[in-house]
């Protein structure tokens, strides 16, 4: 698992052992950064779900103003501040121990202009952060919410001003993206 470009292009990141984190495959996130490529630069990011920080290690080495990492489990905090350290992009990141919804619990709205949800699969986890992020309308104007799902499953619709848009397939994974309408 490496950063595939800007300032931090080329380093290995760590990841956890065992099975119970589920790293982004790099086919998913290639694809996944060929589409957001234009609307990363200068972005408050939210990478909910951090795992590793892959996602939002590869924002902050994109040119992301600053990234706030969020993760349950404290072994995957841990490997996200070494990771994000190994590629010098602290200082533009905060990291969280703490479940989803008390995290977003806090946030204001418009805060971010882009958020990554990557769940355990099949937790429920996905359509509860949907919708509360719907809720408290954390996401700013023309901003995004990146899903990684298995294919079969079927996210929902958001209420205005929120928009679904395409979803992408690799395999048996799924990227769909949710637009917020200015």
């Given at each position: 698992?490496?950063?595939?470009?800007g300032?931090?292009?080329?380093?290995?990141?760590?990841?956890?052992?065992?099975m119970?984190?589920?790293p982004?495959?790099?086919?998913v996130k290639?694809g996944?950064?060929?589409?957001?490529?234009?609307?990363?630069?200068?972005?408050?990011?939210?990478?909910l779900?951090?795992?590793?920080?892959?996602?939002?290690?590869?924002?902050?080495?994109?040119?992301?103003?600053f990234?706030?990492?969020?993760?349950?489990?404290?072994?995957?905090l841990?490997?996200v501040?070494?990771?994000?350290?190994?590629?010098?992009l602290?200082q533009?990141?905060?990291?969280?121990?703490?479940?989803a919804?008390?995290?977003?619990?806090?946030?204001?709205?418009?805060?971010?202009g882009?958020?990554?949800?990557?769940?355990?699969?099949?937790?429920?986890?996905?359509?509860?952060?949907?919708?509360?992020?719907?809720?408290?309308?954390?996401?700013?104007?023309?901003?995004?919410?990146?899903?990684?799902?298995?294919?079969?499953?079927?996210?929902?619709?958001?209420p205005?001003?929120y928009?679904?848009?395409?979803?992408?397939r690799y395999?048996?994974?799924?990227?769909t993206?949710y637009?917020?309408?200015?």
């Amino acid at each position: 698992m490496r950063v595939i470009t800007g300032s931090a292009r080329g380093k290995r990141l760590k990841s956890l052992p065992g099975m119970d984190t589920r790293p982004t495959t790099d086919r998913v996130k290639e694809g996944l950064f060929n589409i957001l490529q234009f609307d990363i630069e200068g972005r408050r990011v939210l990478d909910l779900f951090a795992g590793t920080g892959q996602l939002g290690i590869e924002c902050l080495s994109r040119g992301a103003a600053f990234c706030d990492f969020v993760d349950s489990a404290p072994a995957a905090l841990r490997i996200v501040r070494e990771n994000a350290a190994a590629c010098a992009l602290t200082q533009r990141a905060a990291f969280h121990q703490q479940a989803a919804d008390a995290f977003l619990a806090g946030c204001r709205p418009g805060t971010y202009g882009l958020v990554f949800l990557d769940p355990p699969y099949g937790s429920g986890c996905l359509e509860q952060a949907l919708e509360r992020i719907a809720a408290i309308d954390i996401v700013q104007g023309n901003g995004i919410i990146a899903c990684e799902s298995p294919v079969e499953q079927t996210l929902p619709q958001l209420p205005a001003p929120y928009e679904k848009g395409r979803e992408y397939r690799y395999g048996k994974i799924k990227l769909t993206l949710y637009r917020r309408r200015a």
